[in-house]
């Protein structure tokens, strides 16, 4: 196992690169590396996320660890509301960078680790979430959006939340919008370790290196059993049917427009409910 120095992963379009990737022994840590917008999920980000992630494959990494940069304000603003469709199409499709990089996430035959300081919006909720376990500093909160722009969310994350949270918490986070803070959310069992800035970094990294030296095939499979045990919740047709149709109802709404525009006009959302 090579001890690489921080590597950059594969640039998109940029000149800094998308993410750093490092290794030391068998744990990668992928650094999100957006920082100007706030960690905003773009498609090119999220691409160099899942890049970052084969990579680490190809070279066996055993424990791989998600952060962004150490102190930031912001550990991801969420989705890129930039990039997200103007009606008409599903804003979380399967195909969605986003939800091809949870799914990435959730398939790595290895632990993945969130180390969280700062806020988390939206979307990033729902990939720290498909992280294997949470690691936050008193700095950390974390929100779901979409009732702040219009946005039907779709039933995967639902099913991400409702494995985590008991279905009160789950509907005051969307219903709220509210962040919850560092001390809340380990209340809640939102985050597995609630740890002080100055430790953070080591007690994951020695977290993360004692799960390494553990035997990879037997933590793969209970992972991947977990995962098909806690996504593949049976769904008749026609209940998937009336769910699209639903949503579809929603993302083609005038209120989703009017999120999407307050967002990008720099003010307050006016929702009709039509
Ligand atoms: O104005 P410039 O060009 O400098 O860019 C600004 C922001 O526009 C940009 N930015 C974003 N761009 C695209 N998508 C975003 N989610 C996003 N967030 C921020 O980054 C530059 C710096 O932002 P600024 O000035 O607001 O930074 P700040 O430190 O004052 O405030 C940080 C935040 C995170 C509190 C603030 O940026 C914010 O509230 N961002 C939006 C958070 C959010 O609502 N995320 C949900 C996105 S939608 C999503 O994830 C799901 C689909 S759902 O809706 O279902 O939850």
């Given amino acids: 196992m090579t001890d690489a120095p921080d590597t950059p992963a594969p640039a998109a379009s940029t000149t800094d690169p998308m993410v750093l990737t490092s290794i030391v022994g068998a744990v990668g840590t992928i650094t999100l590396n957006d920082n100007a917008r706030r960690n905003a999920l773009s498609a090119a980000l999220l691409d160099a996320v899942i890049g970052a ?30 990039e997200l469709p103007r009606g008409h199409e599903d804003p979380l499709g399967y195909g ?23 806020s988390v919006w939206g979307g ?44 009160n918490l789950v509907k005051e986070m969307f219903f709220t919008a509210n962040p919850v803070k560092a001390e809340q959310a380990a209340k809640w069992g939102i985050i597995n370790h609630l740890v002080a800035a100055a430790d953070i970094e080591t007690f994951t990294t020695e977290l993360a290196t004692h799960i390494a030296t553990k035997a990879p095939l037997a933590i793969a499979v209970v992972k991947e059993q977990l995962r098909v045990l806690t996504d593949f919740q049976p769904v008749a047709a026609q209940v998937f049917e009336r769910i699209q149709d639903m949503r579809r109802a929603v993302y083609e709404s005038a209120d989703y427009e009017e999120g999407i525009s307050a967002f990008l ?5 006016v929702f009709r409910g039509v």
């Avoid at 990939?127 to 702040?148: G, H, Q, Y």
């Fill in 53 to 82: 992630i084969a990579a680490f494959e190809a070279k066996s990494v055993r424990v791989v660890i998600l952060r962004a940069a150490p102190g930031l304000k912001v550990w991801s603003a969420g989705h890129d509301i930039k």
């Fill in 96 to 118: 969605d960078p986003l939800e091809r990089a949870l799914r990435t996430i959730r398939s790595y035959p290895g632990p993945v680790i969130a180390l969280v300081q700062g």
């Fill in 124 to 167: 990033a909720f729902d990939l720290v979430l498909s992280c294997d376990m949470i690691i936050a500093d008193e700095t950390s909160a974390f929100a779901i959006t979409p009732a702040n722009l219009g946005l039907p969310y779709n039933t995967t994350g639902l099913l991400h939340c409702l494995n985590r949270l008991p279905l």
């Fill in 265 to 269: 006009e720099k003010r307050k959302p």
